[in-house]
Structures are given as structure tokens and as C-alpha cells.
């Protein structure tokens, strides 16, 4: 099977953020997604809004942009179909959060987006696709060839759990503390083709991947491939998709900038003929899941041998390290912001605060929602 990769012409950036609507009052997801997308939509071909898109439950609003340069562009993207969406949230006394799990939500009793594409993911793969009520953040960083996309992606699994370290913000599942960071990153992983991906020698060997599991009727496209960072064929971009939920933009600034610098970073060190790091993939896997259990309070292996160090410390000489590739985008001052996170925690962190504060869940999900609310005040 030939799959066609549209090549970028410089580091594109695109992110997609999922929200979660939820009752000012009560804190529980309330499920308006298709009326509130209906009437933001109702002008624009197809009554589609172009930003504002249905997720699995109707509970949920995707947020994309469009194809960005910066990440403060994407930001200020995202910020103006928010600031579309805000007016008929609050004429409803609802608001938007995005994390990576509801503290309390009941995925049970939760109701499916109308349309044909989620009832036939319920049927496909059963109790997986019916428990994924989770929010994930996912970047879009642009490349110039097919065969740049899959060295990278190989490459970059030695980097993908940091960047679930710092987005972390899903330590509570129905109610009950997990124990861990990340929740949601271990329930999407019961999903057929998700988690971390293979190590691939070429665009050949992906599309050999690809033609298999087509043939085995596993997947109907490229696009049923979920893994944790993958090449898109028709955008030309690595898409990075590991990440919790993320509650503020200023965050989701800070961490698109890592992925942007990440992918230039690779670039040029292809380009001068340099080597790209190399971490065998027992070691990415046993780095996701300290990601997943401690978040940023973790330790990162960094060898095959057994050495480690704290993720704090690791991030900071990542963040160091791609600072003249920063400098160079003119996105220093947010990736500058992967600081601010290791100095406050991530959202995990500030989670667990409140509660251990004396706050409850329901003061959890004001947290929530009141960290992007106030990014969107005038």
C-alpha cells in the first residue's frame, strides 16, 4: 500500500485541544456539545464550525487551529473560537475545562456525540471505546520529508514521556485517587493500536505496517492508528499525541514550543549529518510509565544501564539544550515557559493540593475550569 506524505515546507504547528463542559455549580459534564456546536456552526458549510468539532461524548468540544507558525499564533487561535464558544456556555451556566480525566465523572452513564462514526467505534471495539472518557492535547509540528518524519519519531521516544510528565493532570478517575499522574494514559492504552509506536527502519517499513493491518481489517485507514506519536500523511506533520488534557493555553504554549523546537532541533542535526538520540523501546516504555505513576516528582531513566534523574532536572537540560533553536523561531519565551511548570507542578500536582488542602472534587473541577476561565477574561 502507496501512503502519500504531503510535505511541510518549514515547522508548521497545529494543536487540537478536547474540552470537557461542565455545570459552574455542580461540576459534573453536562451534555450540550451538539447543541452548542450546532449553533456555533450554523453559518459555515455543512453547519460545521471549521474550530469546534464533536467528540466521542456529548459532553466534549474539540478545539483545533489552524495551521500556525508560533505557538503564541495557536494559542490566539485557540483563544478566538473559545472566546466563540464562551457566550453560550455562560447563557447556560456551563463553562470549559480540559484534563486528561473528570475527577468524578461516571463513563457509564455517559451519553455518545450523535453520528454514525462513535456508535460504530462502540460496536468495532466494545468496553475499550465505551471507558475512554478522557481529554488529550495533541501537536502538530510540520516536516519537510516522509523519511525525516519516521527518523524522527523513532527518535523522539526518548522524549515523549517528559512531554506526559508535564501535562499530566488526570490523577483521579470516578471518584477515587489513582495514585498515579496520568490515568488517562493507561486507559487509552487498552485501545487496539495505541500506546507507544514500533521502531520502524523507513517510510517503507510504515507503509508495510499500514498495508498489514488494513489487509487484517484491523483499521480502515492511517487515521485508526492511535499511537502515542505518528507521521499525518496529509498534513506533512509528526503529530505528537501522548499528552493529558491541559488546562491553561499558557501551558499549551509552553509545550507546543517544546514539540516545535524538538522537531528543528532533529532537523538541523540530520541535515549537518549528526546522529539522533537513540533509546531502545523497553526503556521509552519504562520511562511512560514513571511519567504515568509520578509525573514530574518522577525519575527518568537516562542510559540502558540503569541510570536515572529526576524529570525536573532532565527537562531543564532538554529546555537548555534548544534554546539557540528557539532563539532562532522566535519562540524562546515560550518554551522559556517549560520553567514555570517544573517550578509550580503540573496539573496533577495542583489537583491533589486542593484536596490535600481539605478542597473536594467538586473544588477540583472549579480549579479546573477557573484556570482557563481567566485566560479568557477581556
Known amino acids: 500500500m502507496h501512503v502519500d506524505f504531503t510535505p511541510s515546507a518549514g515547522p508548521s504547528l497545529g494543536v487540537e485541544v478536547e474540552y470537557g463542559v461542565v455545570d459552574k455549580e455542580t461540576g459534573r459534564y453536562v451534555e450540550v456539545a ?13 453547519n460545521e464550525h471549521p474550530k469546534a468539532k464533536h467528540e466521542l461524548f456529548n459532553s466534549s468540544i474539540e478545539v483545533i ?7 503564541d499564533e495557536a494559542v490566539a487561535d485557540l483563544k478566538a473560537t473559545l472566546l466563540e464558544l464562551k457566550p453560550h456556555l455562560d447563557a447556560r ?19 455518545l456525540s450523535p453520528g454514525e462514526r462513535y456508535q460504530r467505534l462502540i460496536d468495532e471495539i466494545g468496553w475499550p471505546a465505551r471507558r475512554l472518557a478522557i481529554h488529550g ?17 523513532d527518535s523522539l521516544l526518548g522524549f515523549l514521556p517528559q512531554m506526559l510528565a508535564l501535562s499530566t493532570s488526570s490523577p483521579y478517575w470516578m471518584g477515587d485517587d489513582t495514585g498515579l499522574a496520568s490515568i488517562r494514559a493507561k486507559i487509552f492504552e487498552i485501545m487496539p493500536t495505541s500506546g507507544l509506536p514500533p521502531w520502524m527502519a523507513d517510510w517503507a517499513a510504515f507503509e508495510g505496517f499500514m498495508t498489514a493491518l488494513i489487509k487484517a481489517e484491523t483499521i480502515r485507514s492511517v487515521k485508526e492508528v492511535w499511537w502515542d506519536i505518528r507521521p ?60 504515568c505513576r509520578f509525573g514530574l516528582d518522577g525519575r527518568v531513566m537516562t542510559d540502558v544501564t540503569g541510570t536515572t534523574q529526576p524529570f525536573k532536572e532532565n527537562i531543564a537540560g532538554i529546555v537548555d539544550m534548544l534554546q539557540p533553536v528557539a532563539q532562532d523561531l522566535g519562540t524562546l519565551d515560550a518554551l522559556d515557559g517549560v520553567r514555570e511548570i517544573l ?36
Open 93 to 111: 451556566g456551563l463553562a470549559m475545562e480540559s484534563s486528561g480525566t473528570h475527577p468524578f465523572a461516571d463513563w457509564d452513564a455517559m451519553r
Open 343 to 378: 517550578e509550580t507542578g503540573s496539573s496533577a500536582n495542583r489537583q491533589r493540593k486542593v484536596v490535600a488542602d481539605g478542597g473536594s472534587l467538586k473544588d477540583v473541577v472549579a480549579l479546573l475550569r477557573e484556570e482557563l476561565a481567566v485566560e479568557l477574561q477581556p
Open 34 to 46: 451538539d447543541e452548542i456546536l450546532g449553533i456555533i456552526g450554523a453559518d459555515h458549510p455543512d
Open 65 to 71: 487551529t489552524g495551521v500556525c507558525q508560533t505557538p
Open 232 to 291: 499525518h500523511p496529509t498534513y506533512g506533520t509528526i503529530e505528537f499525541r501522548m499528552c493529558d488534557g491541559i488546562p491553561t493555553l499558557r501551558e499549551v504554549r509552553s509545550i507546543a514550543a517544546l514539540a516545535q523546537a524538538l522537531v528543528v532541533w532533529m532537523d538541523r542535526r540530520v541535515d549537518a549529518g549528526e546522529p539522533l538520540p537513540d533509546i531502545p523501546s523497553w526503556v521509552a516504555r519504562e520511562n511512560k510509565w514513571r511519567a
Open 137 to 153: 492535547v495533541h501537536f502538530h509540528v510540520g516536516v519537510r520529508s516522509k523519511e525525516k518524519a519516521i527518523k524522527f519519531i
